[in-house]
């Protein structure tokens, strides 16, 4: 097949350079659909059947993609100097991974699932993981939107039913977030400023899993379960939003490189350590990794800064200026001494006699002659002047009154924002922070590493604004989320376990009634606010949650022979070939997997376009707030 469709392909110079045949060429022709290509291709029967898709009338529909998949494989013109491409990144068989247009499931706790139950003891141990990948013709219903139901709105005074949705609803979604976040689509499309996401770890072989659920994954699973997600978050970004992933040290680089191919290498921002504890000792190598990172991204350009917003200016007022209060300033250019002579001296602080070196690099702002001058009316100060000043340099003093004068605002770039985000980083938002928010919460340990609410607060205050909307698909205890309300942020929350309802939706009630925990004082919280709960309504996904909460093979084989009969079965499965002898000799966890294999995925949650079914069973009342949340008046 290859070297036949070089045979053909060499017949005509335009898809040749010096004589050899050109990949790029070939794949740019194959975007554009050019006729002479076409013509080439569609000339040879054996080609043609492979690379077009013939309808009951007769026409040839061109296979674009799966042409370019067999450019990009590295066997075919092999001795082309465009054999191998410039680009760089990730590859699973003979595609780039960005060019995958697979999508994996992974279900159905957290998108993974355990082989014992949701213990402590069954996260520690080596977990079975099932995940499904699915081809492009199998997803054709998959990720359309999904009809919501259980709505419930919780403000000041409890739990209501919803009458209405309003643009400015936080909102928490109970279901698998590769599918609620194409359900968000239509409604919140370029409108997230902000998405922090704590996705499931890598985790090397015999390093201790630090989540309650499994994220043992395989690094290419991990890598496409993450793709997935991201390509959907990217299309919900605002132009000028950012996108701040937490993640571990062993997929770190791995991620990094499949995010450079989702947003744009020039969009990268930054990779930001956190420090997440103080040194451990039984550690592999005996080398302690005391570190996690977060990768952040823009959807937009550099001078749409993410960090170096409008902030309000720090003034100080102190006894030497009564009735002026006064913020500090660099005293130094951008000029060398050698450019600047008559700035080349020593400083000295008059009240202490403790002398200041000019740096040769950076001169002084003023100069010799204009020292005391300056110095008298108030204009230069001196670090030991004062207790709570940092710093060992002089610095330029600038009053208020001087500010208002010059009809500058009370708000500067925020440098020293970006130094103290740093700093609390790599100090002040340890695990342990957030472990004792959840035990004071709920007086327990559901959350071993629980995200500190200091850690969310830094983030956001970075990079966002009041009625900013703030999304997390990795929900978990509703850190993101309770941060976000009490920052009068506007955020959207996605979980699939059921602790969304026993933890994360009772914190932000919690939250709503007040609790001075976590932020709270910093922020001067004191409660109020609401927030709408809803879920994906579930089909075969009932039937899912059925075999992975089953303990026995006696439930398994009910389960079993019910899938015979159901209309859930995957299309792929012949049922007269799923034999009961053989499925009885497979382990409980093996039984499990295959199962959850036979279901097919397009009817996980019931369609948008089903709403009407009356299988459904759907109120009036749900409709009419489908219909709402879709834009789509029926």
Not at 148 to 154: G, I, S
Request: charged content about 30%; proline content about 3%.
């Amino acid at each position: 097949m290859k070297q036949e469709l070089e045979r053909l392909l060499a017949q005509n110079d335009t898809f040749m350079v010096e004589g050899v045949l050109n990949k790029n060429k070939l794949a740019e022709f194959a975007r554009q659909y050019n006729p002479e290509l076409l013509n080439i291709l569609m000339s040879n029967d054996k080609i043609s059947k492979y690379f077009f898709s013939t309808l009951d009338t007769g026409v040839l529909v061109f296979k674009k993609d799966v042409f370019l998949q067999f450019l990009n494989n590295k066997e075919f013109l092999p001795d082309s100097f465009t054999a191998y491409k410039t680009k760089i990144g990730l590859a699973t068989g003979d595609k780039y991974l960005s060019e995958n247009q697979e999508v994996v499931l992974n279900f159905p706790y957290k998108d993974c699932v355990l082989e014992g139950g949701q213990t402590k003891d069954d996260a520690k141990r080596q977990e079975i993981f099932f995940n499904e990948t699915l081809a492009p013709t199998e997803i054709n219903r998959l990720l359309d939107d999904k009809v919501l139901t259980n709505f419930k709105r919780y403000d000041e005074s409890g739990e209501h039913e919803v009458e209405e949705l309003n643009d400015t609803d936080n909102l928490i979604i109970k279901g698998n977030n590769l599918i609620a976040l194409h359900s968000l689509k239509k409604r919140y499309k370029g409108s997230v400023k902000v998405i922090y996401i704590d996705v499931p770890y890598y985790f090397r072989k015999n390093i201790g899993d630090a989540f309650q659920y499994n994220s043992n994954f395989k690094m290419s699973t991990w890598l496409v379960f993450l793709k997935n997600r991201l390509e959907v978050a990217k299309q919900l970004l605002r132009e000028d939003g950012s996108i701040w992933i937490h993640t571990g040290e062993d997929g770190m680089h791995y991620l990094k490189v499949l995010a450079d191919a989702v947003f744009g290498q020039d969009k990268f921002v930054g990779t930001l350590p956190r420090k997440v504890r103080d040194g451990k000792s039984d550690v592999p190598f005996n080398f302690s990794q005391d570190f996690d990172w977060v990768l952040v991204y823009t959807k937009g350009f550099e001078n749409q800064a993410i960090v170096g917003r409008e902030v309000e200016r720090k003034y100080f007022e102190t006894p030497d200026f009564p009735n002026r209060p006064w913020r500090t300033a660099d005293l130094t250019k951008q000029t060398t001494t050698k450019e600047r002579p008559n700035s080349d001296f020593t400083m000295v602080n008059p009240k202490t006699g403790k002398e200041y070196p000019v740096n040769p690099k950076r001169s002084w702002a003023v100069t010799k002659d204009t020292f005391d001058e300056w110095y008298q009316s108030g204009g230069i100060g001196f670090p030991d002047d004062y207790d709570f000043m940092k710093g060992d340099r002089p610095f330029r003093r600038v009053f208020r009154d001087e500010d208002l004068a010059k009809s500058k605002p009370a708000y500067a770039s925020s440098d020293t924002l970006l130094k103290d985000f740093i700093s609390n980083l790599l100090a002040k938002t340890k695990n342990k922070d957030g472990n004792d928010e959840i035990t004071e919460l709920f007086s327990r340990d559901d959350f071993s590493y629980a995200k500190p609410e200091k850690l969310i607060k830094d983030i956001l205050q970075v990079s966002s604004q009041e009625g900013d909307i703030v999304l997390d698909f990795f929900l978990g205890s509703g850190t993101t989320a309770a941060v976000a309300h009490k920052m009068n942020r506007q955020y959207i929350g996605i979980e699939q376990m059921d602790y969304i309802e026993t933890v994360s939706v009772e914190r932000l009630k919690k939250v709503i009634a007040g609790e001075q925990g976590g932020i709270s004082k910093d922020v001067n919280w004191s409660g109020g606010g609401s927030f709408v709960y809803a879920e994906l309504k579930n089909d075969a996904q009932d039937f899912k949650n059925k075999i992975f909460e089953a303990t026995t093979t006696e439930e398994l084989l009910e389960l079993f022979e019910l899938a015979k009969k159901s209309s859930f079965l995957s299309y792929r499965i012949d049922p007269k070939k799923l034999k009961k002898n053989e499925f009885c000799q497979l382990s409980l966890a093996e039984q499990k997997q295959i199962l959850s294999e036979i279901i097919d995925n397009n009817n996980l949650y019931v369609n948008y376009s089903d709403i009407d079914d009356s299988d459904y069973q759907i109120s009036a009342e749900n409709k009419k707030l489908n219909h709402s949340f879709y834009g789509k008046e029926k």
